[in-house]
Antibody, heavy 124, light 107 residues
Framework: QVTLKESGPVLVKPTETLTVTCTVS??????????VAWIRQPPGKALEWLAH???????SYNTSLKSRLTISKDTSKSQVVLIMTNMHPVDTATYYC????????????????WGQGTLVTVSS | DIQMTQSPSSLSAGVGDRVTISCRAS??????LNWYQQKPGRAPKVLIS???SLQSGVPSRFSGSGSGTDFTLTITSLQPEDFATYYC?????????FGGGTRVEIK
């Protein structure tokens, strides 16, 4: 059974850096076609893809947030970490990680397995 | 970036009704359009991938169609458990993008 679970702080202050971790089980990080994505959802609003990383260490970032995001993986721990700097109240959201796979080198399949999400509030 | 536009943003329907949700991409995405269902307080769940491929375990009353820039999600005979928000998402190219969502409410 494939599972993903997010962990991280519930509350961060404006200008601080957010670090959220996704711990996965049930699929191999060594599979070159498998990757993990981060997606967020502000309360009452739509989903927004943030970044993804594949076992090859290939990464991709949301265009408007690219300067603030860093995604990395620790294969030995089966974890993917997302760092977002300079947090603002508008970054208050539920942060999800999800599995993604390659259809071709540049085309992707759907996010087929999701974590439960972790709500992060940005407030002083 | 490819913009995804869903319509309507919300709709009211009754049990047994046929529901159609549209999704338009700002440029061609071939067949690489996915549909998700999200219920309050829950993570999204993929219903349909690659425009028309029904995911395992998803009821056959859900179907998807379209290619290029215009896509449709259809629910025939809406059931009580189908009241939720539906999102389309293109997986053709990065940055990956979602539509704004369609909330399906009880009439």
């Amino acid at each position: 059974q494939v599972t993903l679970k997010e962990s991280g702080p519930v509350l961060v202050k404006p200008t601080e850096t957010l670090t959220v971790t996704c711990t996965v089980s049930g699929f191999s990080f060594n599979n070159p076609k498998m990757g993990v994505a981060w997606i967020r959802q502000p309360p009452g609003k739509a989903l927004e893809w943030l970044a993804h990383i594949f076992s090859s260490d290939e990464k991709s970032y949301n265009t408007s947030l690219k300067s603030r995001l860093t995604i990395s993986k620790d294969t030995s721990k089966s974890q993917v970490v997302l760092i977002m700097t300079n947090m603002h109240p508008v970054d208050t959201a539920t942060y999800y990680c999800a599995r993604i796979s390659l259809f071709t080198v540049t085309i992707f399949n759907a996010f087929d397995v999701w974590g439960q999400g972790t709500l992060v509030t940005v407030s002083s | 970036d490819i913009q995804m536009t869903q319509s309507p943003s919300s709709l009211s329907a009754g049990v047994g009704d046929r529901v159609t949700i549209s999704c338009r991409a700002s440029q061609t995405i071939s067949k690489f359009l996915n549909w998700y269902q999200q219920k309050p307080g829950r993570a999204p769940k993929v219903l349909i991938s690659a425009a028309s491929s029904l995911q395992s375990g998803v009821p056959s009353r859900f179907s998807g169609s379209g290619s290029g820039t215009d896509f449709t999600l259809t629910i025939t005979s809406l059931q009580p458990e189908d009241f939720a928000t539906y999102y389309c998402q293109q997986s053709y190219s990065t940055p990956l993008t979602f539509g704004g969502g369609t909330r399906v409410e009880i009439k």
